[in-house]
């Protein structure tokens, strides 16, 4: 890759508008279709989550054997993760990719089949846990054991696009985007595969067991949602801010130093379980690592939006890619923290756990996704978002909602461990100490489930053509605040610009 | 890094190597672990001595609770491990060991805490996946088996005390109903483990559901540190089997059951695991 193709394009010739015009029309049908459907898994994670929530402080609320705690608690993580994550992040990754190689997208059809078989398995496997075949023991492997195949060959079928496209690409140019994107599409079909291999049918693990599960969900969290997330954010940040990347050195940093250091890490979370030593050890010291990969990601985005923070005012891409970085940053950091030995005594398999995963799933990924989806659903529908009032309520309803939650789960987390681990307090002081928390818990989710509703509905009136036909693309702000005489010679383009 | 499958190859190299290290390497090493046979005769003076006399024979671990297939399939299904750990942490990672209702020092005799010896890789043996748990919001079940026990005048070993009938009965109507018991627990009900149907003697069936134990309150346990293991004075009129009905466990909640009383941990490690002196007999 030469530095010059980090540089934006001079200037944006007629023929270009209409290749991307090409493009998006060409990715149309897929992206649409994965956006949809990941939107309504989206709302019925939510409500999972939100039922979960309830269960743990009522546990007689809707009691029903198909809605015990244990079972809605896995649907709901996996909804969140294979129904509203992956469906997502393949729809950014399609719609990335295209346009950056610079191709139509010759086959969408196929895409969208393989989005029915994978929308299938998902759905076949929420309906099997709720209705108690499920593997609830397996850590983000909780379908019941015959689901997987249909997972890994659909996603396959999706990623031999990828690398169609990939191969067809206008020669010379490679951008950080694609290399996150390949880096997705490679991954992750590698680590369920071996997982499901020796978990569900080789068996007979042990142990192994626990460290290989813990081990596959740090790495779809790290090797998945990571790198999909931050090619969405490498692709956003310099299009708004209509500025290269601020450095090419630093990203290839952080690209191969997350590559070689993420697929340790995970077992981290056994210190002091019977497992060898060495596994936590491993696992701990690459998690911690993982903060430069981080540092260096978190560097470069300052660096590009530098001066030109008030776009993260006004533009609604870019406002949530930033919260979308914050929470990468977050992410890492606590990642870190609780894989150390000194935090563990207290977080040991407490709800703390469960807020390194909400900020990873949540306040990273999820984030990070709306940023993209309000990015790409004008371009591919042809019409503008209806109002900058519903991106403004959903911003703040899941901004606000999300930071508290996982506030709140690692309050309580710690609280329980605390518990746990002090002289003369029985098992149930955990429970009590942290019920407080979980009441503040069951609010968030509400609020949750607000800010997803207003989404999902103003995604349908998008995707039912009945967004704004004409003038000029949707603001968080309704007219964007005077700002100062532009700081940079070029200019500065608006969202929904075709830049 | 132009081409495709040089790329391709270097993340293959990146994930390649952590893939065996981190999830084959340790997959292989249980599927090659053996059950270890406790020394009798030390080959050498720089190995550790012998185990006791009357281990002799005998290999380490000798039961397995991850034996009980099917039990153990209901509490996979049912998500038990959720919210319960079944792991004894050793003590540079926490007071699991000191813990009460940790293992073998559910009867009390003194305020004192026992030391419970925290788990090791041969405790999992025959599972398919060792039930390390989720999340430690209940307590922990590492050695469940050692709250159900009835103590027997004389024996010392708890290992030779029989179960306890209405702790076992306490343990059926806990899965029916935790909330009637424990007013705070956050434990769902698994009322579908069981069924209920009319009586067809008069005295009932003996495995249905009891209520109402310890009638006599000098046969309930001592309360010394808040015993978990009692009785509600009264039930809830709701939770009742309406006249001439009874409540009957299903074969799935006797399996879970049997599997629960199976899950012990605390047999002695031989000394080739721990490199500890045992103490000699006297």
Redesign the interface.
């Known amino acids: 890759?030469s530095q010059e193709s980090q540089t934006l394009p001079p200037e944006v010739t007629p023929e270009d508008i209409l290749q991307r015009a090409a493009i998006d029309k060409s990715t149309r049908l897929p992206v649409l279709f994965f956006f949809t459907s990941a939107a309504v898994w989206l709302f019925l994670a939510t409500l999972f989550g939100l039922l979960a929530s309830i269960?743990?402080?009522v546990?007689?609320f809707i009691?029903s054997?198909y809605l015990?705690?244990?079972?809605v608690?896995?649907a709901f993580i996996n909804a969140l993760v294979y129904g509203w994550g992956f469906q997502a992040g393949m729809g950014v990754m399609i719609w990335i990719m295209a346009r950056l190689c610079r191709t139509d997208l010759r086959n969408p059809v196929t895409l969208v089949v393989a989005g029915h078989f994978w929308n299938l398995g998902v759905t076949l496997g929420i309906i099997g846990i709720l209705a108690?075949?499920?593997?609830?023991?397996?850590?983000l492997l909780e379908f019941p054991s015959w689901t997987w195949p249909i997972l890994l060959l659909t996603y396959s079928l999706i990623i031999v696009w990828m690398?169609i496209m990939?191969?067809a690409r206008r020669k010379?140019i490679?951008y950080i985007s694609q290399?996150y994107i390949?880096?997705a599409c490679?991954?992750w079909p590698?680590?369920y595969l071996?997982?499901n291999c020796?978990?569900n049918v080789?068996?007979?693990?042990?142990?192994?067991?626990?460290?290989?599960?813990s081990?596959?969900s740090s790495n779809v969290l790290f090797?998945w949602m990571v790198p999909v997330g931050l090619a969405s954010a490498y692709f956003i940040i310099p299009k708004i801010t209509a500025r290269p990347v601020y450095s090419y050195n630093l990203s290839t940093l952080a690209f191969?130093s997350l590559?070689?250091l993420a697929?340790?890490a995970?077992?981290q979370e056994?210190?002091?379980?019977?497992?060898?030593v060495w596994?936590p050890a491993?696992?701990g010291t690459a998690q911690i690592l993982l903060l430069i990969p981080m540092v260096t990601v978190a560097l470069n985005h300052y660096r590009t939006v530098k001066g030109s923070h008030e776009l993260v005012e006004v533009s609604p891409s870019l406002r949530f890619t930033f919260f979308g970085s914050i929470g990468y940053v977050t992410t890492c950091v606590m990642s870190a923290l609780l894989g150390s030995?000194t935090l563990?005594?207290y977080t040991?398999?407490?709800?703390a756990?469960?807020a390194v995963q909400m900020t990873g799933y949540y306040m990273f990924f999820t984030m990070a996704m709306f940023g993209a989806i309000y990015f790409i659903v004008p371009r591919v529908t042809n019409c503008e978002w209806v109002t900058g009032k519903r991106i403004r309520m959903h911003f703040w309803l899941s901004a606000y909602a999300c930071i508290f939650l996982c506030v709140l789960l690692l309050v309580a987390g710690f609280s329980?461990g605390a518990a746990?681990?002090?002289?003369g307090k029985?098992?149930?002081s955990?429970?009590?100490f942290s019920?407080g928390y979980l009441v503040g818990r069951i609010l968030m989710w509400l609020l949750l489930l607000a800010a997803n509703f207003v989404f999902l509905r103003h995604l349908s009136l998008m995707v039912l053509n009945r967004g704004r036909k004409a003038g000029s693309p949707t603001l968080i702000h309704e007219r964007p605040a005077p700002v100062p005489a532009p700081v940079a010679t070029l200019p500065i383009p608006t969202e929904g610009a075709e830049a | 890094m132009n081409s495709l499958k040089s790329f391709v190859l270097a993340i293959g190299a990146c994930i390649g190597v952590p893939t065996y290290i981190m999830a084959v390497r340790p997959y292989a090493i249980e599927r090659e672990r053996q059950p270890v046979a406790y020394q009798t005769t030390a080959p050498d003076p720089t190995t550790p001595a012998p185990d006791p006399e009357d281990l002799k024979g005998l290999n380490y671990p000798a039961s397995f609770p991850g034996d009980n297939k099917r039990g153990e399939l209901v509490y996979v299904r049912e998500g038990c491990a959720q919210c319960h750990t079944q792991v004894v942490r050793p003590a540079y990672a926490g007071i699991d060991q000191w813990k009460r209702y940790a293992g073998k020092e559910q009867v009390y005799e003194s305020d004192a805490p026992t030391v419970v010896r925290h788990t090791h890789p041969w405790d999992y043996m025959h599972e398919d996946f060792a039930m390390f748990g989720i999340r430690r919001i209940g307590p922990d079940l590492t050695n469940l088996r050692y709250r159900f026990l009835k103590p027997v005048a004389g024996v010392t070993d708890q290992d030779k005390w029989p179960l306890d009938p209405e702790k076992v009965a306490w343990l059926y109507t806990y899965l029916y109903n935790p909330q009637a018991i424990h007013e705070w627990s956050n434990s769902p009900s698994f009322k579908h483990l069981f069924e209920t149907k009319k009586k067809e003697t008069a005295a009932g069936r003996g495995d249905a559901l009891k209520f109402h134990f310890f009638e006599d309150k000098a046969k309930e346990p001592a309360k010394g540190h808040g015993d978990p293991l009692k009785f509600p004075a009264k039930y809830p009129e709701k939770l009742m089997p309406a006249e001439g009905e009874e409540i009957i466990p299903t074969d799935e909640a006797k399996d879970l059951v049997e599997y629960l009383l199976g899950l012990k941990r605390t047999a002695p490690l031989p000394s080739s695991i721990t490199g500890i002196k045992p103490e000699p007999k006297k």
Do not use: C
């Open positions: 890759m269960k743990l402080v546990p007689g009691d054997e015990t705690y244990p079972r608690q896995a108690g075949m499920g593997n609830l023991h397996m850590k690398v990939f191969s010379g490679v290399w390949l880096a490679f991954s590698w680590f071996v997982t020796l978990l080789m068996k007979k693990a042990g142990i192994a067991g626990p460290v290989i599960a081990w596959y090797l191969w590559l070689v697929p340790w995970g077992a056994l210190i002091g379980g019977p497992v060898p596994i491993f696992a030995m563990s005594r040991f398999a407490s709800y756990g469960d329980q746990n681990d002090s002289w029985d098992y149930w955990g429970i009590l019920r």
